[in-house]
Each structure stands twice: as structure tokens, then as C-alpha cells.
């Protein structure tokens, strides 16, 4: 068996405590995934926005995006968008439809995801996987 079919991807910075969200900035830097500040961030319409003006002051060179319900044409429109961005990182500030969004347009442009989940509920941490939902129902997607 080829050696890269046994590699297990895994996040490089877990960071599970209380006030993680508020050092998100300090993590980003401190790890050299965004020293510069420059992120693209994904975000729900809903509760999204209540994240981003709580997180938005510490994140002054971050450009946020709003991505709806988790589907394959949504994570495509925030890959398309933010390509044509100069980011360090892109992140997803959200559940498992933002994640997975996240996920699959961070692979698409070659950026570097930051998952930032508000459940734990999902293993979108560590899964190399992006479950969307297209025109035929729902889709795995690498």
C-alpha cells in the first residue's frame, strides 16, 4: 500500500477553551497561518452576523462573506469570490454548512481553511470531506 494512501490529515491548532473565539487573531498569528491579517471569512446570513460583530474588531483586515444554505453552487460563489482576493487563510466562523462551504472553496483556490465551528457536533474539523447539497440531492465532496 502506497504511503499516502495511510496519511490521516489532521488540523494543525485545535483550540477548545473558553474565550478561544476572542483570541482567534492572537491563534492565527501566533501559529504564522495569518500574520498579516489579511482572511477571508465565511459566515451564515443568521446567526452569522452576530458572530461577525463580535469577532469583526479583531479581524480589521479580514473581508467577510456571506454564504447561504450549504450548497455545491454556494461553496463554488465563495471560491469564485475569493480568488480573486490576496488572502493568507480563509476562514469558516459558523456549523457544518459553513464549514463545509468553507472547506470546499478554501480547496478549490489553495488557501489554507480555518475552521471555526460553533458546534462540535461534526467532525467538519478534521474531515477532508465537504458534504453539500446540489441539483440531484447531496454530495461528498474531497
Known amino acids: 500500500m502506497p504511503v499516502l494512501t495511510r496519511l490521516i490529515p489532521s488540523p494543525v491548532v485545535?483550540?477548545?477553551r473558553p474565550g478561544a473565539l476572542a483570541d482567534l487573531a492572537t491563534?492565527?498569528?501566533?501559529?504564522?497561518?495569518?500574520?498579516s491579517g489579511r482572511l477571508a471569512v465565511a459566515v451564515s446570513g443568521g446567526s452569522g452576523a452576530r458572530l461577525r460583530e463580535r469577532v469583526a474588531p479583531q479581524l480589521p483586515g479580514a473581508t467577510w462573506y456571506e454564504v447561504g444554505g450549504g450548497t455545491l453552487d454556494?461553496?463554488?460563489?465563495?471560491a469564485?469570490?475569493?480568488?480573486a482576493g490576496h488572502f493568507d487563510a480563509l476562514v469558516g466562523l459558523g456549523g457544518g454548512k459553513i464549514i463545509d462551504c468553507a472547506?470546499?472553496?478554501a480547496a478549490r483556490v489553495g488557501l489554507p481553511l480555518v475552521a471555526v465551528p460553533t458546534?462540535?457536533?461534526h467532525d467538519g474539523l478534521c474531515s477532508p470531506v465537504a458534504t453539500l447539497d446540489n441539483d440531484a440531492g447531496r454530495g461528498s465532496y474531497g
Do not use: G, Q, T
Open 14 to 16: 485545535v483550540d477548545i
Open 27 to 35: 491563534v492565527l498569528a501566533d501559529e504564522r497561518i495569518s500574520p
Open 119 to 121: 458546534n462540535l457536533a
Open 103 to 105: 472547506k470546499y472553496a
Open 74 to 78: 454556494d461553496a463554488v460563489r465563495l
Open 80 to 83: 469564485d469570490d475569493i480568488r
